[in-house]
Protein backbone atom coordinates (compact mmCIF):
# COMPACT_ATOMS: atom_id res chain seq x y z
CA UNK A 1 0.00 0.00 0.00
CA UNK A 2 2.68 2.27 1.14
CA UNK A 3 5.08 2.03 -2.73
CA UNK A 4 1.27 2.44 -4.61
CA UNK A 5 0.02 5.83 -2.30
CA UNK A 6 0.99 8.14 -5.22
CA UNK A 7 -0.94 5.99 -7.43
CA UNK A 8 -3.64 5.86 -5.82
CA UNK A 9 -3.65 9.23 -5.01
CA UNK A 10 -3.39 10.39 -8.68
CA UNK A 11 -5.83 8.46 -9.73
CA UNK A 12 -8.76 8.25 -7.32
CA UNK A 13 -10.23 11.34 -8.88
CA UNK A 14 -10.71 9.60 -12.19
CA UNK A 15 -12.34 6.82 -9.91
CA UNK A 16 -14.84 9.10 -8.80
CA UNK A 17 -15.38 10.85 -12.17
CA UNK A 18 -16.25 7.33 -13.84
CA UNK A 19 -18.41 7.20 -10.78
CA UNK A 20 -20.31 10.17 -11.73
CA UNK A 21 -20.81 9.51 -15.26
CA UNK A 22 -22.75 6.64 -14.79
CA UNK A 23 -25.28 8.44 -12.24
CA UNK A 24 -27.72 10.09 -13.92
CA UNK A 25 -27.90 13.91 -14.44
CA UNK A 26 -31.20 14.54 -12.47
CA UNK A 27 -29.99 13.21 -9.02
CA UNK A 28 -27.74 16.50 -8.20
CA UNK A 29 -27.25 15.06 -4.38
CA UNK A 30 -25.65 12.18 -5.06
CA UNK A 31 -23.39 13.20 -8.03
CA UNK A 32 -22.35 16.39 -5.60
CA UNK A 33 -21.86 13.94 -2.48
CA UNK A 34 -19.54 11.49 -5.04
CA UNK A 35 -17.56 14.65 -5.79
CA UNK A 36 -17.21 15.96 -2.38
CA UNK A 37 -16.00 11.97 -1.03
CA UNK A 38 -14.24 11.40 -4.02
CA UNK A 39 -11.80 14.66 -3.33
CA UNK A 40 -12.17 14.23 0.66
CA UNK A 41 -10.80 10.55 0.09
CA UNK A 42 -7.93 12.17 -2.27
CA UNK A 43 -7.07 14.67 1.09
CA UNK A 44 -6.91 12.07 3.17
CA UNK A 45 -4.74 9.78 0.74
CA UNK A 46 -2.51 13.05 1.17
CA UNK A 47 -2.46 13.06 4.66
CA UNK A 48 -1.68 9.71 4.97
CA UNK A 49 1.62 10.11 2.75
CA UNK A 50 2.05 13.32 4.53
CA UNK A 51 2.45 11.63 8.02
CA UNK A 52 4.46 9.21 6.73
CA UNK A 53 7.03 11.82 5.12
CA UNK A 54 10.50 11.90 6.46
CA UNK A 55 11.68 15.38 6.87
CA UNK A 56 14.97 14.25 7.39
CA UNK A 57 16.38 13.55 4.17
CA UNK A 58 16.10 15.40 0.79
CA UNK A 59 15.77 12.26 -1.19
CA UNK A 60 12.64 11.05 -3.04
CA UNK A 61 9.92 9.28 -1.36
CA UNK A 62 7.14 7.10 -2.72
CA UNK A 63 9.11 6.54 -5.25
CA UNK A 64 7.62 4.16 -8.24
CA UNK A 65 8.83 3.48 -11.77
CA UNK A 66 6.58 1.74 -13.60
CA UNK A 67 7.57 0.41 -17.77
CA UNK A 68 5.06 2.80 -19.57
CA UNK A 69 5.69 1.60 -23.10
CA UNK A 70 8.42 0.58 -25.11
CA UNK A 71 9.02 1.91 -28.77
CA UNK A 72 12.19 -0.28 -29.58
CA UNK A 73 15.13 1.94 -28.83
CA UNK A 74 13.60 3.54 -26.03
CA UNK A 75 11.36 2.82 -22.13
CA UNK A 76 8.85 5.11 -21.49
CA UNK A 77 7.96 4.99 -17.59
CA UNK A 78 5.59 5.81 -15.23
CA UNK A 79 7.56 7.47 -12.64
CA UNK A 80 6.42 9.67 -9.83
CA UNK A 81 7.54 10.51 -6.20
CA UNK A 82 8.13 13.26 -4.22
CA UNK A 83 10.29 15.46 -1.59
CA UNK A 84 9.85 18.53 0.35
CA UNK A 85 8.86 20.71 -2.50
CA UNK A 86 6.23 18.46 -3.71
CA UNK A 87 4.70 17.57 -0.71
CA UNK A 88 3.46 21.10 0.74
CA UNK A 89 1.92 21.78 -2.51
CA UNK A 90 0.22 18.17 -2.63
CA UNK A 91 -1.63 18.89 0.64
CA UNK A 92 -2.37 22.54 -0.96
CA UNK A 93 -4.15 21.04 -3.80
CA UNK A 94 -6.62 18.53 -2.23
CA UNK A 95 -7.36 20.73 0.30
CA UNK A 96 -8.20 23.72 -1.96
CA UNK A 97 -10.29 21.55 -3.95
CA UNK A 98 -12.00 19.63 -1.77
CA UNK A 99 -13.25 23.52 0.01
CA UNK A 100 -13.68 24.58 -4.04
CA UNK A 101 -16.30 21.60 -4.09
CA UNK A 102 -17.94 22.32 -1.21
CA UNK A 103 -17.83 26.54 -2.45
CA UNK A 104 -19.55 25.32 -5.60
CA UNK A 105 -22.91 23.66 -4.26
CA UNK A 106 -24.90 26.65 -5.15
CA UNK A 107 -23.92 25.56 -9.16
CA UNK A 108 -27.15 23.89 -10.54
CA UNK A 109 -26.55 24.49 -14.24
CA UNK A 110 -24.99 21.33 -15.83
CA UNK A 111 -23.74 20.31 -12.00
CA UNK A 112 -22.93 16.40 -13.31
CA UNK A 113 -20.59 17.94 -16.13
CA UNK A 114 -19.25 20.28 -13.86
CA UNK A 115 -18.01 18.17 -11.41
CA UNK A 116 -16.57 16.14 -13.78
CA UNK A 117 -14.26 18.43 -15.09
CA UNK A 118 -13.43 19.41 -11.19
CA UNK A 119 -12.20 16.10 -10.50
CA UNK A 120 -10.52 15.60 -13.49
CA UNK A 121 -8.39 18.80 -12.82
CA UNK A 122 -7.84 17.40 -9.27
CA UNK A 123 -6.29 14.21 -11.03
CA UNK A 124 -4.09 16.49 -13.32
CA UNK A 125 -2.71 18.20 -10.75
CA UNK A 126 -1.76 16.15 -8.54
CA UNK A 127 -0.15 14.28 -11.61
CA UNK A 128 2.55 17.09 -11.90
CA UNK A 129 3.37 17.56 -8.44
CA UNK A 130 4.79 13.63 -8.42
CA UNK A 131 5.86 13.07 -11.99
CA UNK A 132 9.16 12.52 -12.45
CA UNK A 133 9.54 11.88 -15.98
CA UNK A 134 9.62 14.83 -18.65
CA UNK A 135 6.87 13.24 -20.50
CA UNK A 136 4.62 12.51 -17.95
CA UNK A 137 4.84 15.83 -16.44
CA UNK A 138 3.77 16.87 -19.95
CA UNK A 139 0.73 15.26 -19.99
CA UNK A 140 -0.74 15.86 -16.24
CA UNK A 141 0.12 19.49 -17.04
CA UNK A 142 -1.54 19.35 -20.27
CA UNK A 143 -4.49 17.60 -18.49
CA UNK A 144 -5.29 20.60 -16.39
CA UNK A 145 -5.94 23.16 -18.92
CA UNK A 146 -8.86 21.42 -20.66
CA UNK A 147 -10.70 21.43 -17.44
CA UNK A 148 -10.01 24.70 -16.43
CA UNK A 149 -11.06 25.70 -20.19
CA UNK A 150 -14.56 24.42 -19.82
CA UNK A 151 -15.19 25.76 -16.16
CA UNK A 152 -14.49 29.09 -17.45
CA UNK A 153 -15.80 28.69 -20.76
CA UNK A 154 -19.53 27.44 -19.38
CA UNK A 155 -20.32 28.14 -16.04
CA UNK A 156 -18.00 31.83 -16.45
CA UNK A 157 -19.28 35.79 -17.18
CA UNK A 158 -20.39 37.46 -19.74
CA UNK A 159 -17.16 37.17 -21.35
CA UNK A 160 -16.65 33.67 -20.53
CA UNK A 161 -16.00 32.82 -24.31
CA UNK A 162 -12.96 35.42 -24.53
CA UNK A 163 -11.70 34.66 -21.32
CA UNK A 164 -11.52 31.07 -21.45
CA UNK A 165 -9.89 30.66 -25.19
CA UNK A 166 -7.53 33.39 -23.74
CA UNK A 167 -6.77 31.08 -21.08
CA UNK A 168 -6.24 28.17 -23.53
CA UNK A 169 -3.97 30.11 -25.97
CA UNK A 170 -1.48 31.61 -23.21
CA UNK A 171 -1.38 28.31 -21.45
CA UNK A 172 -1.38 25.84 -24.78
CA UNK A 173 1.77 27.77 -26.11
CA UNK A 174 3.43 27.86 -22.59
CA UNK A 175 2.79 23.77 -22.68
CA UNK A 176 4.00 24.04 -26.20
CA UNK A 177 7.44 25.63 -25.31
CA UNK A 178 7.76 23.29 -22.38
CA UNK A 179 7.22 20.18 -24.88
CA UNK A 180 9.74 21.46 -27.53
CA UNK A 181 12.48 22.12 -24.32
CA UNK A 182 12.25 19.02 -22.40
CA UNK A 183 12.64 16.98 -26.24
CA UNK A 184 15.74 19.12 -26.75
CA UNK A 185 16.66 18.48 -22.93
CA UNK A 186 16.53 14.67 -24.00
CA UNK A 187 18.41 14.88 -27.32
CA UNK A 188 20.95 16.96 -25.51
CA UNK A 189 21.37 14.78 -22.69
CA UNK A 190 21.46 12.06 -24.91
CA UNK A 191 24.33 13.11 -26.89
CA UNK A 192 26.57 14.40 -23.80
CA UNK A 193 25.95 10.42 -22.86
CA UNK A 194 27.11 9.27 -26.14
CA UNK A 195 23.33 7.72 -26.82
CA UNK A 196 23.69 4.96 -23.65
CA UNK A 197 21.30 6.53 -21.85
CA UNK A 198 18.23 7.62 -23.35
CA UNK A 199 15.54 8.94 -20.72
CA UNK A 200 12.79 11.16 -20.27
CA UNK A 201 13.48 11.25 -15.95
CA UNK A 202 14.03 14.54 -14.78
CA UNK A 203 16.09 12.61 -11.88
CA UNK A 204 18.47 11.36 -14.95
CA UNK A 205 18.48 14.94 -16.83
CA UNK A 206 19.69 16.72 -13.40
CA UNK A 207 22.61 13.85 -13.29
CA UNK A 208 23.40 14.43 -16.56
CA UNK A 209 23.69 17.94 -16.84
CA UNK A 210 25.67 18.70 -13.56
CA UNK A 211 27.79 15.91 -14.27
CA UNK A 212 28.32 16.34 -18.36
CA UNK A 213 30.63 13.87 -19.96
CA UNK A 214 31.02 15.74 -22.93
CA UNK A 215 31.42 19.45 -22.21
CA UNK A 216 31.21 20.57 -25.77
CA UNK A 217 27.50 19.22 -26.40
CA UNK A 218 26.39 20.53 -23.44
CA UNK A 219 27.77 24.52 -23.43
CA UNK A 220 26.59 27.20 -21.53
CA UNK A 221 24.75 28.91 -24.37
CA UNK A 222 22.93 25.45 -24.88
CA UNK A 223 22.26 25.11 -21.20
CA UNK A 224 20.89 28.78 -21.33
CA UNK A 225 18.80 28.08 -24.14
CA UNK A 226 17.10 25.37 -22.51
CA UNK A 227 16.46 26.85 -18.95
CA UNK A 228 15.27 30.12 -20.78
CA UNK A 229 12.79 27.80 -22.98
CA UNK A 230 11.53 26.34 -19.43
CA UNK A 231 11.35 29.76 -17.24
CA UNK A 232 9.53 31.12 -21.11
CA UNK A 233 7.09 28.38 -20.33
CA UNK A 234 6.44 28.45 -16.29
CA UNK A 235 6.64 32.11 -16.43
CA UNK A 236 3.23 32.19 -18.67
CA UNK A 237 1.43 29.68 -15.80
CA UNK A 238 2.71 31.81 -12.88
CA UNK A 239 2.19 34.37 -14.97
CA UNK A 240 5.01 36.77 -15.03
CA UNK A 241 4.57 40.23 -16.59
CA UNK A 242 4.68 40.15 -20.14
CA UNK A 243 2.93 37.05 -20.00
CA UNK A 244 0.44 37.38 -17.41
CA UNK A 245 -2.71 39.20 -18.99
CA UNK A 246 -4.75 35.78 -19.57
CA UNK A 247 -4.78 36.20 -15.78
CA UNK A 248 -7.24 38.89 -14.79
CA UNK A 249 -9.93 38.05 -17.44
CA UNK A 250 -9.50 34.21 -16.65
CA UNK A 251 -10.24 35.32 -12.43
CA UNK A 252 -13.22 37.90 -13.81
CA UNK A 253 -14.88 35.41 -15.48
CA UNK A 254 -14.00 32.31 -13.99
CA UNK A 255 -16.85 31.02 -11.21
CA UNK A 256 -16.45 30.99 -7.55
CA UNK A 257 -14.85 27.44 -7.22
CA UNK A 258 -12.31 27.84 -10.47
CA UNK A 259 -11.15 31.06 -9.18
CA UNK A 260 -10.02 29.29 -6.03
CA UNK A 261 -8.45 26.28 -7.65
CA UNK A 262 -7.08 28.63 -10.36
CA UNK A 263 -5.58 31.31 -7.46
CA UNK A 264 -4.87 28.51 -5.10
CA UNK A 265 -3.79 26.02 -6.97
CA UNK A 266 -2.75 26.19 -10.97
CA UNK A 267 -0.39 29.26 -10.51
CA UNK A 268 1.79 27.38 -8.10
CA UNK A 269 2.40 24.56 -10.88
CA UNK A 270 4.16 27.86 -13.36
CA UNK A 271 6.30 27.98 -9.82
CA UNK A 272 6.80 24.40 -9.20
CA UNK A 273 7.75 23.70 -12.81
CA UNK A 274 10.36 26.55 -12.52
CA UNK A 275 11.73 25.14 -9.59
CA UNK A 276 11.72 21.13 -10.87
CA UNK A 277 12.26 21.71 -13.56
CA UNK A 278 14.70 24.29 -14.28
CA UNK A 279 16.51 25.10 -11.07
CA UNK A 280 16.87 21.13 -10.24
CA UNK A 281 18.23 20.17 -13.54
CA UNK A 282 19.86 23.36 -14.41
CA UNK A 283 21.05 25.25 -11.29
CA UNK A 284 24.00 26.70 -12.86
CA UNK A 285 21.82 28.43 -15.14
CA UNK A 286 19.25 29.61 -12.94
CA UNK A 287 21.93 31.48 -11.10
CA UNK A 288 23.53 32.86 -14.42
CA UNK A 289 19.90 34.33 -15.18
CA UNK A 290 19.03 35.33 -11.33
CA UNK A 291 19.72 39.01 -11.82
CA UNK A 292 16.66 38.80 -14.44
CA UNK A 293 14.61 36.45 -12.88
CA UNK A 294 14.90 38.88 -9.61
CA UNK A 295 14.21 42.11 -12.13
CA UNK A 296 10.84 40.26 -13.40
CA UNK A 297 10.02 39.68 -9.79
CA UNK A 298 10.29 43.38 -8.79
CA UNK A 299 8.41 44.40 -12.03
CA UNK A 300 5.38 41.90 -10.87
CA UNK A 301 5.71 43.00 -7.60
CA UNK A 302 5.40 46.43 -8.34
CA UNK A 303 2.95 46.44 -11.64
CA UNK A 304 0.34 43.55 -9.99
CA UNK A 305 -0.02 46.52 -7.00
CA UNK A 306 -0.55 49.14 -9.43
CA UNK A 307 -3.24 47.97 -11.67
CA UNK A 308 -4.86 46.35 -8.72
CA UNK A 309 -5.14 50.30 -6.91
CA UNK A 310 -7.21 51.05 -10.25
CA UNK A 311 -9.42 48.57 -10.63
CA UNK A 312 -13.08 48.99 -10.13
CA UNK A 313 -14.04 45.59 -9.64
CA UNK A 314 -13.49 43.67 -6.69
CA UNK A 315 -12.60 40.10 -8.53
CA UNK A 316 -10.08 41.90 -10.79
CA UNK A 317 -8.43 43.64 -7.82
CA UNK A 318 -8.00 40.23 -6.47
CA UNK A 319 -6.59 38.87 -9.89
CA UNK A 320 -4.01 42.05 -9.77
CA UNK A 321 -2.84 40.98 -6.54
CA UNK A 322 -1.90 37.28 -7.62
CA UNK A 323 0.19 38.95 -10.02
CA UNK A 324 2.15 41.03 -7.83
CA UNK A 325 2.57 38.29 -5.29
CA UNK A 326 4.05 36.01 -7.05
CA UNK A 327 6.63 38.29 -8.35
CA UNK A 328 7.43 37.54 -3.94
CA UNK A 329 7.93 34.03 -5.52
CA UNK A 330 10.47 35.24 -8.37
CA UNK A 331 12.67 37.15 -5.55
CA UNK A 332 12.85 34.18 -3.41
CA UNK A 333 13.95 32.31 -5.61
CA UNK A 334 16.54 34.47 -7.53
CA UNK A 335 17.92 35.29 -3.91
CA UNK A 336 19.66 31.57 -4.03
CA UNK A 337 19.90 31.33 -0.33
CA UNK A 338 18.28 29.20 2.13
CA UNK A 339 15.82 31.96 3.35
CA UNK A 340 14.98 33.42 0.45
CA UNK A 341 13.86 29.89 -1.37
CA UNK A 342 11.96 28.99 1.76
CA UNK A 343 10.16 32.28 1.63
CA UNK A 344 9.68 31.46 -1.96
CA UNK A 345 8.00 27.39 -1.47
CA UNK A 346 6.28 29.72 2.20
CA UNK A 347 4.86 32.00 -0.44
CA UNK A 348 3.36 29.21 -2.66
CA UNK A 349 1.13 27.76 -0.02
CA UNK A 350 0.56 30.63 1.76
CA UNK A 351 -1.26 32.37 -1.03
CA UNK A 352 -2.81 29.56 -2.26
CA UNK A 353 -4.50 29.55 1.08
CA UNK A 354 -5.13 33.52 1.14
CA UNK A 355 -6.18 34.11 -2.35
CA UNK A 356 -8.61 30.88 -2.54
CA UNK A 357 -10.23 32.99 0.86
CA UNK A 358 -10.40 36.04 -1.20
CA UNK A 359 -11.75 34.84 -3.85
CA UNK A 360 -14.60 33.00 -2.22
CA UNK A 361 -15.30 35.75 -0.21
CA UNK A 362 -15.78 37.76 -3.40
CA UNK A 363 -18.13 35.14 -4.55
CA UNK A 364 -19.88 35.28 -1.52
CA UNK A 365 -20.51 38.73 -1.73
CA UNK A 366 -21.58 38.61 -5.21
CA UNK A 367 -24.15 36.10 -4.38
CA UNK A 368 -25.72 38.51 -2.21
CA UNK A 369 -25.21 41.98 -4.07
CA UNK A 370 -25.05 40.80 -7.48
CA UNK A 371 -22.31 43.28 -7.74
CA UNK A 372 -18.38 43.23 -7.43
CA UNK A 373 -18.18 46.92 -8.41
CA UNK A 374 -16.11 48.75 -5.61
CA UNK A 375 -18.03 52.06 -6.15
CA UNK A 376 -21.91 50.32 -5.18
CA UNK A 377 -20.51 48.76 -2.40
CA UNK A 378 -20.22 49.68 0.92
CA UNK A 379 -21.36 49.10 5.14
CA UNK A 380 -21.68 45.26 4.20
CA UNK A 381 -20.10 44.69 7.98
CA UNK A 382 -23.37 46.45 9.23
CA UNK A 383 -25.66 44.01 7.28
CA UNK A 384 -22.93 40.73 6.62
CA UNK A 385 -20.57 41.45 9.67
CA UNK A 386 -19.65 37.61 9.69
CA UNK A 387 -18.59 37.95 5.53
CA UNK A 388 -16.90 41.28 5.74
CA UNK A 389 -15.02 39.99 9.10
CA UNK A 390 -13.78 37.27 7.23
CA UNK A 391 -12.98 38.96 4.08
CA UNK A 392 -11.27 41.56 5.84
CA UNK A 393 -9.17 38.93 7.99
CA UNK A 394 -8.20 37.33 4.32
CA UNK A 395 -7.16 40.75 2.95
CA UNK A 396 -5.28 41.68 5.98
CA UNK A 397 -3.15 38.36 5.42
CA UNK A 398 -3.07 39.13 2.15
CA UNK A 399 -1.19 42.14 3.35
CA UNK A 400 1.00 40.09 5.71
CA UNK A 401 0.13 40.99 8.75
CA UNK A 402 2.11 39.62 11.64
CA UNK A 403 0.16 35.92 12.73
CA UNK A 404 -0.52 35.18 9.04
CA UNK A 405 1.24 33.20 6.65
CA UNK A 406 1.34 36.05 4.15
CA UNK A 407 3.58 38.04 6.85
CA UNK A 408 6.40 34.54 7.31
CA UNK A 409 6.90 34.10 3.44
CA UNK A 410 7.34 37.39 2.93
CA UNK A 411 9.86 38.10 5.64
CA UNK A 412 11.72 35.11 4.08
CA UNK A 413 11.70 35.84 0.78
CA UNK A 414 13.09 39.76 1.40
CA UNK A 415 16.02 38.40 3.85
CA UNK A 416 16.65 36.09 1.41
CA UNK A 417 16.99 38.94 -1.56
CA UNK A 418 18.61 41.12 1.18
CA UNK A 419 21.27 38.52 1.65
CA UNK A 420 22.02 37.35 -2.00
CA UNK A 421 25.21 37.12 -3.19
CA UNK A 422 26.70 40.39 -4.76
CA UNK A 423 27.99 38.06 -7.62
CA UNK A 424 25.01 35.92 -8.02
CA UNK A 425 22.89 39.91 -8.14
CA UNK A 426 25.17 42.84 -7.97
CA UNK A 427 22.21 45.07 -7.20
CA UNK A 428 20.29 42.60 -4.75
CA UNK A 429 19.79 45.48 -2.30
CA UNK A 430 18.55 47.93 -4.91
CA UNK A 431 15.93 45.45 -6.00
CA UNK A 432 14.92 44.62 -2.49
CA UNK A 433 14.08 48.11 -1.56
CA UNK A 434 11.93 48.35 -4.72
CA UNK A 435 10.35 44.87 -3.87
CA UNK A 436 9.28 46.49 -0.48
CA UNK A 437 7.74 49.14 -1.56
CA UNK A 438 5.55 47.02 -3.54
CA UNK A 439 4.36 46.12 -0.42
CA UNK A 440 3.27 49.57 1.04
CA UNK A 441 1.29 49.49 -2.12
CA UNK A 442 -0.53 46.02 -1.55
CA UNK A 443 -1.47 47.55 2.09
CA UNK A 444 -2.79 50.61 0.30
CA UNK A 445 -4.99 48.95 -2.76
CA UNK A 446 -6.78 46.18 0.07
CA UNK A 447 -7.22 48.88 2.51
CA UNK A 448 -8.67 51.29 0.05
CA UNK A 449 -10.83 48.51 -1.46
CA UNK A 450 -11.75 47.04 2.33
CA UNK A 451 -12.95 50.98 3.40
CA UNK A 452 -15.26 50.89 0.15
CA UNK A 453 -16.96 47.51 0.38
CA UNK A 454 -17.38 46.36 4.12
CA UNK A 455 -16.91 50.05 6.37
CA UNK A 456 -18.80 53.94 5.64
CA UNK A 457 -22.72 53.72 5.16
CA UNK A 458 -24.57 51.23 4.50
CA UNK A 459 -26.71 51.29 0.98
CA UNK A 460 -30.05 50.80 1.96
CA UNK A 461 -30.46 48.38 -0.82
CA UNK A 462 -28.08 46.14 1.37
CA UNK A 463 -29.65 46.19 4.41
CA UNK A 464 -31.88 42.94 4.68
CA UNK A 465 -28.83 40.32 3.29
CA UNK A 466 -28.35 37.32 4.64
CA UNK A 467 -24.93 36.54 6.50
CA UNK A 468 -23.11 33.49 6.34
CA UNK A 469 -24.80 30.57 5.64
CA UNK A 470 -23.78 26.87 7.27
CA UNK A 471 -22.06 25.71 4.30
CA UNK A 472 -19.95 28.86 3.76
CA UNK A 473 -18.14 28.75 7.42
CA UNK A 474 -16.15 25.57 6.04
CA UNK A 475 -14.10 26.80 3.64
CA UNK A 476 -13.84 30.19 4.95
CA UNK A 477 -12.63 28.78 8.37
CA UNK A 478 -10.59 25.96 6.88
CA UNK A 479 -8.94 28.09 4.47
CA UNK A 480 -7.99 31.34 7.58
CA UNK A 481 -7.11 28.50 9.91
CA UNK A 482 -4.39 26.84 7.90
CA UNK A 483 -2.99 30.79 6.95
CA UNK A 484 -3.04 31.28 11.04
CA UNK A 485 -1.33 28.30 11.70
CA UNK A 486 1.46 28.66 9.38
CA UNK A 487 1.66 32.32 10.01
CA UNK A 488 1.95 31.27 14.20
CA UNK A 489 3.76 28.29 13.96
CA UNK A 490 5.85 27.81 10.41
CA UNK A 491 7.86 25.38 11.42
CA UNK A 492 4.54 23.43 9.98
CA UNK A 493 6.04 23.99 7.16
CA UNK A 494 9.66 24.73 7.23
CA UNK A 495 9.90 21.37 8.78
CA UNK A 496 8.77 19.64 5.90
CA UNK A 497 10.87 21.99 3.40
CA UNK A 498 14.36 22.59 5.42
CA UNK A 499 16.18 19.81 3.43
CA UNK A 500 15.13 20.31 0.18
CA UNK A 501 15.75 23.62 -0.03
CA UNK A 502 19.68 23.28 1.76
CA UNK A 503 19.96 20.68 -1.15
CA UNK A 504 18.78 22.73 -3.83
CA UNK A 505 20.83 25.94 -2.91
CA UNK A 506 23.94 23.84 -2.50
CA UNK A 507 24.27 22.61 -6.19
CA UNK A 508 25.58 26.47 -7.02
CA UNK A 509 27.22 26.46 -3.53
CA UNK A 510 24.62 28.68 -2.37
Known amino acids: MIGNSLTWLVFVPLVGTLLIVMIPREQVNVIRSIATGTSAAALVFSLFIFAGFDRSTSDIQYYTV ?4 NVGFLQLNFEIGLDGLSMPLILLTTLVTT ?11 RVKEFYIWILILLSGMLGVFVALDMLLFFLFFELTLIPMFFLIGI ?9 SFKFLVYTGLGSAIMFLTFIAMFVKGAEAMNYQVLSFSLLTMADIYANPLNPDVLTGTVKGGLFLGLFIAFAIKLPVFPFHTWLPNAHVEAPTAASMILAGVLLKMGGYGLLRAGFGVLPDQAARFATLIALLGVINIIYGALLALVQTDLK ?10 MGIVLLGMASFTTAGMQGAIFQLVSHGFISALLFFMVGAI ?13 GLSKSIPILAGFMLAAAMASVGL ?11 AFIGI ?17 GAIGIIFTAGYLLWAMQRTTFGPMKEKYGELIDAKPMEYIPMVGLLSLSLAIGVYPHLLSDVINITVIDLVSRIGG
Open 99 to 109: LAIVASFSIND
Open 366 to 378: YERTKTRTIAELG
Open 155 to 163: WGGKWRTYA
Open 402 to 412: PGLSGFISELL
Open 316 to 325: SLVAYSSISH
Open 418 to 434: FGASAELIPAAATLGVI
Open 66 to 69: TEWF
